[in-house]
């Protein structure tokens, strides 16, 4: 039961190239999520899927799509990087317990916009 | 629009010393609290989580934090630091049974640890 796993961990990238960030799950949850973390901003909603099939946008979607190919995995896509969007991205996954939520976390990719 | 406020940026605090993390938060509703910590390089951990029922709330590595619904806050204590506790902690609020849970964060506060 590796959780949740994103990849790559690193990744460099110039202005204007594209590129795809993965992410799956093996906890069987339904509700996937894309953020990024900025300094002193916390972290920030890109996107989520609510189950497979669905996907709504959070609070800073602009320059990202997103792909709920299954309900293990939810891809971010960059289609033409800016240097705004050099940031560490976070990849959850939700479970329900009881009458509330918890989200869990995948370790990170690290992308450099130059 | 629920929002959340970690008013401090920075802590330096003495191994052994004790800790406390302040969370204040804004939401319309009974909130869901959560706090995570982030070690240098990794991703974020869940420490605790507030639901419901007794507003003091117990977590690992002996971190408690005690939701205050009259003060809108969420602090996050521990009685003696050890220097494994240097990290980023972020305190976090989420709606009830809203679509897609969404979790608001707070900006986070970095904790060094003094030997």
């Known amino acids: 039961n590796a959780g949740v796993t994103q990849t790559p961990k690193f990744q460099v990238l110039k202005t204007g190239q594209s590129m795809t960030l993965q992410c799956a799950q093996d906890?069987?949850?339904?509700?996937m999520y894309w953020y990024r973390q900025d300094p002193g901003m916390g972290l920030r909603l890109i996107y989520y899927?609510?189950?497979?099939?669905?996907?709504d946008k959070g609070e800073v979607p602009n320059g990202y799509n997103v792909s709920r190919l299954n309900k293990r995995e939810f891809s971010l896509r960059l289609e033409s990087a800016a240097p705004s969007q050099t940031s560490v991205y976070f990849c959850?996954?939700?479970?329900?317990?009881?009458?509330?939520?918890?989200?869990?976390f995948g370790p990170g990719t690290r992308l450099t916009v130059l | 629009a629920q929002s959340v406020t970690q008013p401090d940026i920075h802590i330096t605090v003495s191994e052994g010393a004790s800790l406390e993390l302040r969370c204040n938060y804004s939401?319309?509703?009974?909130?869901?609290l959560f706090w995570y910590v982030q070690s240098p390089g990794q991703g974020l951990q869940l420490l605790l989580k507030?639901?419901?029922?007794?507003?003091l709330v117990q977590g690992i590595k002996g971190f408690e934090a005690e939701f205050k619904r009259s003060q809108s806050s969420f602090n996050l204590r521990k009685p003696s630091v050890h220097w494994s506790d240097a990290a980023e902690y972020f305190c976090a609020v989420g709606a009830a049974k809203a679509a897609g849970n969404k979790l608001t964060f707070g900006g986070g506060t970095r904790v060094l640890v003094k030997p």
């Open positions: 939401y319309g509703a009974t909130p869901y």
């Open positions: 899927s609510a189950s497979e099939g669905t996907t």
């Open positions: 959850a996954s939700r479970i329900r317990q009881g009458n509330a939520d918890t989200q869990y």
């Open positions: 906890m069987n949850h339904n509700s």
């Open positions: 507030y639901f419901s029922g007794d507003t």
